[in-house]
Every structure is written in C-alpha cells, then in structure tokens.
C-alpha cells in the first residue's frame, strides 16, 4: 500500500457507494476510515475501499449487517500481522467457507429469479408484437 489517503467523496466515486451510506457503515461499525485530515475529514486508504467492496458485494446477496461484520472480522483476523494458526486458523477459514457456500447459493437463487424475469418479459413482448400488432 502506498498509504496515500483518500477523503469520502473520492471513496464513493471509487465504490459506487453514497456518502450516505458509507458513513452508516462507519456508524454501524463495518468501516471506520484510517484517518482524519485536521479539519476532522474522514480520510480513507486502499484497504478501507477494498473492505468497503465486500460491503458493497455483499448486500445484494442480501447478507444482514452482523454477517458481514462477521465475515470481515473473520477476514482482519486472518490477514492480521500475526494471524492465528492451528484450530484458530482452521475454524476463521470455516467460515470464511460457509460465507462462500452461502453466496453461491444465493448467486443461483437470483439466477433462477432473472430467469423467470426474462421469461417474462419475452412473453410480454410476444404480446406486444405478435400477429396484427406493430
């Protein structure tokens, strides 16, 4: 990381987030912002937009607040300087899995929902273009 830090604005240009919403996540405990400018701005690094992405992918998926601060603690503690090893390191891992587990089958949930919308719309439009229709 080059420690170059970022202010809010520039974060939610970067993750599609609103500002808004970015300092919900910061209140609710999934972010907080690396630093402060001395005018009290909420200064942000790489690593910050990086955590604030698996919020972002994670949502629509439609995981509550306390999983993804679940997952991301799982995650922080694995990528820590001094991750745990052993049964420790085992178990982080296991949910880690289960997260992913859980987001591919919700993946093919909202894949047979698109499907059925597709479906949908075709017919609409057979309808509208059909026989004596222009």
Not at 24 to 38: D, F, K, M, N
Request: glycine share 8%; no cysteine; proline share 4%.
């Amino acid at each position: 990381m080059d420690g170059r830090h970022m202010q809010i604005g520039e974060v939610a240009a970067r993750t599609g987030l609103s500002l808004r919403t970015i300092r919900h996540y910061e209140e609710t405990g999934l972010v907080t912002p690396s630093a402060r400018s001395q005018g009290g701005f909420r200064l942000y690094t790489e690593t910050d937009v990086a955590r604030l992405m698996v919020i972002r992918r994670m949502k629509p998926l439609g995981f509550t607040l306390d999983q993804m601060r679940d997952l991301l603690e799982a995650i922080d503690r694995l990528d820590a300087a001094d991750p745990p090893a052993g049964d420790d390191r085992q178990a982080l891992l296991d949910r880690v899995r289960a997260y992913e587990q859980d987001a591919a089958r919700k993946i093919e949930e909202l894949r047979v929902q698109l499907s059925r919308a597709e479906d949908f719309a075709a017919t609409l439009r057979t309808r509208l273009t059909g026989p004596g229709r222009s």
